[in-house]
């Protein structure tokens, strides 16, 4: 059994925020700022909204703060989703590469290994964390990486001997490659989550339409819109499939920030770790790629 430090993501063991996550929120909307040339009077309204946030979320956890901050934003610029041209863009590149990938997962000597490879290394494509990520060498890179953290053959049996998967997306672009590891396992019974309404450059229906992903699996709203996957404020309809799966594959950061705590065997954790917070509660090496079951 691996040793994790399993405090609240974002939060220190008395919890308070850690504030390496209040500073990675920060660097986000002063991005923003000057995306959306936001003037002086609105930054310093925004401002004031973050602080008072940060300052009333203790007990909250990280997705969940970013939540309160993204629609706060959307209110002060107008915009319901700030992140729609780089999502699109994510989604086009992704398509692209996709093409190109596809042919070489199907004759590759191990098809799932390649395809979970790819998936993982995807998850680089996020906007929230680092808007300059590098896909094309971050997919070279994740060819002959080991995993920090390596469940994966676990991971393939579930796969075979499950009769429902719950696939759960993270972000725009990285969804393509979710499609071609769907599409790699073969299974009749998969459903693939998203979230319900637009926050940060996380996957929601608009995408999974976009990049077809409906061909290879049911597409379902999670039913809120913080991004991560936090079960208390799931939907009824959403938690009577997370309740049914036999194995459920959570994609990225924010839906283990949101799991994280559950203990749940079924549930197999695929990300590339982008932050020290979640490189301690890990215990492994920021920029390493993980495939983490709780069970083990």
């Known amino acids: 059994m691996r040793t994790m430090n399993m405090g609240v993501v974002g939060t220190k063991p008395q919890g308070e925020i850690d504030k390496r996550c209040i500073g990675c929120f920060l660097k986000t909307y002063q991005r923003l700022f000057k995306k959306f040339n936001l003037g002086v009077a609105k930054q310093k309204e925004f401002i004031a909204f973050y602080q008072k946030t940060i300052q009333k979320a203790k007990h909250l956890s990280s997705p969940e703060i970013q939540r309160e901050l993204n629609n706060e934003f959307c209110r002060i610029i107008n915009v319901d989703d700030p992140f729609t041209a780089e999502k699109v863009n994510s989604n086009h590149i992704a398509l ?16 799932f290994d390649l395809a979970l490879r790819l998936s993982i290394a995807a998850n680089i494509m996020d906007y929230g964390a680092n808007s300059k990520f590098d896909i094309y060498s971050t997919l070279n890179e994740v060819l002959n990486a080991s995993f920090a953290i390596d469940h994966s053959g676990l991971l393939k049996e579930k796969v075979s001997n499950s009769k429902k998967i ?21 299974h009749n019974n998969t459903i693939y ?15 999974a339409k976009e990049v077809r992903m409906d061909l290879v699996a049911d597409v379902i709203s999670n039913g809120f819109d913080a991004p991560s996957t936090i079960l208390n404020k799931c939907s009824d309809a959403f938690l009577k499939e997370y309740n049914s799966a036999d194995l459920i594959i959570s994609k990225g950061q924010g839906n283990f920030e949101g799991l994280m705590h559950q203990n749940d065997s079924r549930i197999f954790f695929l990300l590339m770790v982008k932050c020290d917070v979640i490189a301690d509660v890990l215990n492994v090496a920021k920029g390493s790629f993980v495939v983490y079951n709780q069970g083990k």
């Open 166 to 186: 719950l696939f759960l997306g993270d972000n725009a672009g990285e969804i393509v490659f979710d499609k071609l590891l769907i599409e790699t396992m073969m």
């Open 193 to 207: 989550a998203v979230k319900d309404a637009p926050v940060l450059n996380d996957v929601t229906i608009t995408d």
């Open 96 to 111: 692209d590469l996709y093409r190109e990938w596809k042919p070489k997962v199907h004759s590759s000597i191990n098809p």
